[in-house]
T-cell receptor, first 115, second 116 residues
Framework: AQKITQTQPGMFVQEKEAVTLDCTYD???????LFWYKQPSSGEMIFLIY??????QNATEGRYSLNFQKARKSANLVISASQLGDSAMYFC????????????FGAGTRLTVKP | GAVVSQHPSRVICKSGTSVKIECRSL??????MFWYRQFPKQSLMLMAT?????????EQGVEKDKFLINHASLTLSTLTVTSAHPEDSSFYIC????????????FGDGTRLSIL
């Protein structure tokens, strides 16, 4: 079965600094995708970044980058130059081809950016 | 990016009422849609997977007769909470994806359901 683990219930970061949100996963499927979503207090789920299991390079999207370490089964999100608007819940998620295409989520990390 | 529209965004109704929530994919054909439930300060829990033209696949512990799902077209799935009670109050959010097993899911903005 798939399992996604986010061990940091809450994180604080100073504005303009970088922060790393941890995510580990477990699957026996060789083909899978890893995703990060941001959920502000208003509730919508905002897609941030995607990493495929066969991708050789770490994914990057603007200030977001994914530190993908396949052997360690980790997919940490790095946010550079934090902004006050980055304060939100962040969810790591995974889809694997063996699991009916559904997406499973970690417990989430609440990030607070301090001015 | 792909747009998923969910309606209504908020519902407040009396106990015993049935509530229908719509999820539409506006610019792509969604062969599969997903319905999640989220309690305060918790993660999203998958309730069911909705496949166009066939019966939904429910997760263990989700009552099929309580949460009716219909996916009549490639752009519309509906979730009906039948005879809702206060314990059904929650945030419900749908998502859709196109072809391809490992593609991002695109989420609606969610429906906050409050049963009095």
């Amino acid at each position: 079965a798939q399992k996604i683990t986010q061990t940091q219930p809450g994180m604080f970061v100073q504005e303009k600094e970088a922060v790393t949100l941890d995510c580990t996963y477990d699957t026996s499927d060789p083909s899978y995708g890893l995703f990060w979503y941001k959920q502000p207090s208003s509730g919508e789920m905002i897609f941030l970044i995607y990493q495929g299991s066969y991708d050789q390079q770490n994914a990057t999207e603007g200030r977001y980058s994914l530190n993908f370490q396949k052997a360690r089964k980790s997919a940490n999100l790095v946010i550079s130059a934090s902004q006050l608007g980055d304060s939100a819940m962040y969810f790591c998620a995974m889809r694997a081809t063996d699991f009916n295409n559904d997406m499973r989520f970690g417990a989430g990390t609440r990030l607070t950016v301090k001015p | 990016g792909a747009v998923v529209s969910q309606h209504p965004s908020r519902v407040i109704c009396k106990s015993g009422t049935s509530v229908k929530i719509e999820c539409r994919s506006l610019d792509f054909q969604a062969t599969t849609m997903f319905w999640y439930r989220q309690f305060p300060k918790q993660s999203l829990m998958l309730m069911a997977t909705s496949n166009e033209g066939s019966k939904a696949t429910y997760e263990q512990g989700v009552e099929k007769d309580k949460f009716l799902i219909n996916h009549a077209s490639l752009t519309l799935s509906t979730l009906t909470v039948t005879s809702a009670h206060p314990e059904d109050s929650s945030f419900y959010i749908c998502s859709a994806s196109g072809q391809g097993a490992v593609q991002p899911q695109h989420f609606g903005d969610g429906t906050r359901l409050s049963i009095l």
